[in-house]
């Protein structure tokens, strides 16, 4: 009994440990995470090649294509990568200039391969690349303009505001925002160090001097986590990153799901934790003890400290519908509809729009997939 209780005692003192980093961190990054603000068009805009890597994005297309090419860039380039939705000609009806996607070669990933060919293609001074499922809102480009000149940023990466509709995006989704908001202090990820990285490929945007210094996506063509092997080339090569929050200029909705939202998140889970089954394993554990045992036991100081972490940040986020707000109410519920995420992460390989490549590798080891 009392060894039960020593047990107990512990956890919730490691508990209370980590909601105070966690929640500390969150405050930090309240006051000095960098967020994308209104801009006075400039004739940078007209420098700027945009660039959409497209693999079966029809769906997502139809909707944030044209407010991407309302942008007034120089170009909007598309790279259909094999589809079979009909991408291209959707592509091309809108307006885009559209590439067709030539094969993989040996040793490169998918979404590497696409930019790089869009890159040869591109004429622009500055390079964004840009997800088809991410929509850039009015003067959004003039405000990731401002923020690359006010950070002096070689490479700007813009986490998009999340647009979760469905019971089963609130599921999984918004762990992205926890992770990176509660995780990372802004001021940390600001040194120059190779090891404080982070970045977010859904919106990358490079100085297109600074991008060809670094050979391009060819740097990166065998790595599954591209974006944050990016950011960590960009600082070993003394450049500057740059990190901002899309707040209500740059929105995006990942999936439409909560299956879909389980095989999005299953493919880099394991990368995430640096290849380590028993840390990926560890890390869920710690969390259903942190956030789902004391909603079971009916702690509720430890129930609130979960709610006002995720009420923070949807806040922080520019998530503050009544909707959103209430989805906070699920944190301490989350780590169970995470379970199927990281059964499916221990699997040896994982699958994504037709490919395959190996798990618990940052780079691929050859191979074509």
């Not at 209370?16 to 068009?41: H, I, Q, S, Y």
């Not at 088809?132 to 006010?150: I, K, P, Q, S």
């Not at 840390?279 to 036991?297: E, Q, S």
């Not at 780590?335 to 040896?348: E, F, N, S, W």
Request: aromatic share 6%.
């Amino acid at each position: 009994m009392d060894r039960a209780l020593r047990m107990d005692r512990a956890l919730r003192r490691l508990t209370l440990a980590v909601f105070a980093v966690k929640l500390g961190t969150l405050a930090v990054n309240a006051l000095t995470f960098p967020r994308l603000r209104a801009a006075a068009p400039t004739p940078e805009r007209g420098r700027v090649s945009l660039l959409v890597p497209a693999r079966d994005e029809a769906h997502n297309l139809i909707r944030s294509l044209p407010p991407l090419l309302a942008q007034g860039a120089l170009e909007v380039i598309l790279l259909d990568d094999g589809s079979r939705d009909g991408t291209a000609d959707l592509a091309r009806r809108l307006g885009a200039a559209v590439l067709d996607g030539q094969p993989l070669p040996d040793g490169w990933v998918g979404k590497p391969w696409a930019c790089a060919q869009l890159a040869r293609e591109a004429r622009g001074d500055i390079l964004i690349f840009t997800d088809a499922d991410v929509t850039w809102h009015t003067g959004a480009l003039d405000a990731v303009l401002a923020e690359m000149r006010r950070s002096g940023a070689d490479l700007l990466s813009v986490f998009p505001r999340q647009d979760n509709r469905t019971p089963g995006e609130r599921l999984v989704t918004p762990v992205v925002d926890d992770i990176i908001l509660t995780a990372f202090p802004a001021p940390l990820l600001r040194l120059a160090h190779p090891s404080a990285s982070a970045a977010n490929g859904q919106v990358m945007a490079f100085r297109s001097a600074a991008y060809r210094r670094l050979g391009g996506h060819g740097a990166v063509r065998g790595e599954v986590l591209d974006d944050v092997a990016f950011s960590r080339r960009v600082k070993e090569a003394g450049g500057r990153l740059g990190l901002a929050l899309g707040g209500r200029f740059i929105g995006v909705r990942m999936y439409r799901s909560y299956p879909e939202s389980v095989r999005g998140f299953a493919k880099n889970a394991l990368l995430l934790h640096g290849g380590q089954r028993a840390l990926l394993v560890g890390d869920l554990a710690l969390h259903i003890a942190m956030y789902t045992l004391p909603l079971l036991r009916r702690q509720w100081g430890l129930v609130a400290l979960a709610w006002v972490q995720g009420a923070g940040v949807r806040w922080l986020t520019g998530r503050t519908r009544p909707a959103d707000l209430l989805e906070a109410l699920l944190t301490p519920l989350a780590p169970l509809p995470a379970l199927p995420v990281v059964v499916a992460a221990l699997q040896r390989t994982t699958t994504w729009k037709g490919r395959t490549y190996p798990k618990g590798q940052h780079r691929m080891r050859g191979g074509s997939n």
